[in-house]
């Protein structure tokens, strides 16, 4: 069955320093993938997609991310975290057509230090 | 840019109570979704809908009922409420293809004492 992977729930980190969100998917196909975060009491919104081509995606509001094949992650990454990161963030896949389906991660919530 | 309204962005009702949660999406959009968001659970979807008055089960449909009379909105109905339907729901809308992006609404906060 497709399933999307998000093993930290919690993520910590100081203004400044350089963040990865990990996203592990099963799925028997390349997928389509989604970042998107969301701000307390709102709604989600997209930081960047994979569908094929380059395998770094560069998004919204300076983050990128990695599909690898061989891992079956799509991991999210910014260089430098600035405190209004301070969100959730969930790795979704989109089921190949056939289906209407998009399966979401159960999120992680990142946390800034000033 | 797209836009998903939601029409009560904070509701209080009393169990046994029929709710309507109300979604118009501007952009043509085949696809509406509602989906239920709880702490530690991610976004579970309750009910999809793919063409006006089509409707299809997601995975958690039970107490909950749908209805697409136009092609721009979509209504989540719960036609008792319990306080385990105590939750943020989310209205979301795409083209039709499953590839393409979600767009969400900002969620409907609903209590139910």
């Known amino acids: 069955a497709q399933s999307v992977t998000q093993p930290d729930i919690h993520i910590t980190v100081s203004e400044g320093a350089s963040l990865e969100l990990r996203c592990n998917y099963s799925?028997?196909?390349?997928?389509?993938l989604f970042w998107y975060v969301q701000s307390p009491g709102q709604g989600l919104q997209l930081l960047l997609k994979?569908?094929?081509?380059?395998?770094l995606v560069q998004g919204i509001k300076g983050f990128e991310a990695e599909f690898k094949r061989s891992q079956s992650s799509f991991n999210l990454r910014k260089p430098s975290v600035h405190w209004s990161d301070a969100a959730e963030y969930f790795c979704a896949v989109g089921v190949v057509p056939g289906t209407y389906k998009y399966i979401f991660g159960t999120g992680t919530r990142l946390k800034v230090l000033a | 840019d797209v836009k998903v309204t939601q029409s009560s962005r904070y509701l209080v009702k009393r169990t046994g109570e029929k709710v309507f949660l109300e979604c118009v999406q501007d952009m043509d959009h085949e696809n509406m979704f509602w989906y239920r968001q709880d702490p530690g659970l991610g976004l579970r979807l309750i009910y999809f809908?793919?063409?006006?008055?089509?409707?299809e089960k997601g995975d958690i449909p039970e107490g909950y009922s749908v209805s697409r009379e136009k092609k721009e909105r979509f209504s989540l109905i719960l036609e008792s409420a319990s306080t385990n339907q105590t939750s943020m729901y989310l209205c979301?809308?795409?083209?039709?293809?499953?590839?393409?992006?979600?767009?969400f609404g900002e969620g409907s906060w609903l209590t139910v004492v």
């Open positions: 994979y569908f094929s081509g380059d395998t």
């Open positions: 979301a809308s795409s083209l039709v293809l499953s590839g393409n992006t979600i767009y």
């Open positions: 809908s793919y063409d006006v008055k089509m409707k």
């Open positions: 799925y028997g196909a390349t997928p389509y």
